[in-house]
């Protein structure tokens, strides 16, 4: 059993930036996917980044593209999100999620995820 726990949220400008961190622990990370989503008041949760178990692969969501970067170093048990030039439509509360998939096309789903952490609130002002 993998637990993650995410930080770095908080309330900033618009073009201002934010690194949320997933931590994790409980279980071998290093085979692991993993995936950042965000949720929206009233708005169903969405994709925004995933990376693969080596790091070597990375995917993105349109509206992530350009702005945002998914890294890992798993030897600190630990996955990234850089988010830059942030926007007002970025609020949201942000999951990150661990799987055990391989092909980074399938890990834009929820449902291919095993374990998520609880959230951490960024709000982005105009």
């Known amino acids: 059993q993998v637990q993650l726990v995410e930080s770095g949220g908080g309330l900033v400008q618009a073009g201002d930036s934010l690194r949320l961190s997933c931590a994790a622990s409980?279980?071998?990370?290093?085979?692991?996917?993993i995936g950042w989503f965000r949720q929206a008041p009233g708005k169903e949760r969405e994709f925004v980044a995933a990376i693969t178990w080596s790091g070597g692969n990375t995917y993105y969501a349109d509206s992530a593209k350009g702005r945002f970067t998914i890294s890992r170093d798993n030897a600190k048990n630990t996955v990234y999100l850089q988010m830059n030039s942030l926007k007002p439509e970025d609020t949201a509360v942000y999951y990150c999620?661990?799987?055990?998939?391989?092909?980074?096309?399938?890990?834009?789903?929820?449902?291919?995820?095993?374990?998520w952490g609880q959230g951490t609130q960024v709000t982005v002002s105009s």
């Open positions: 999620a661990a799987s055990r998939r391989i092909a980074i096309w399938t890990l834009t789903s929820t449902s291919a995820y095993d374990y």
């Open positions: 409980g279980g071998a990370f290093s085979v692991y996917a």
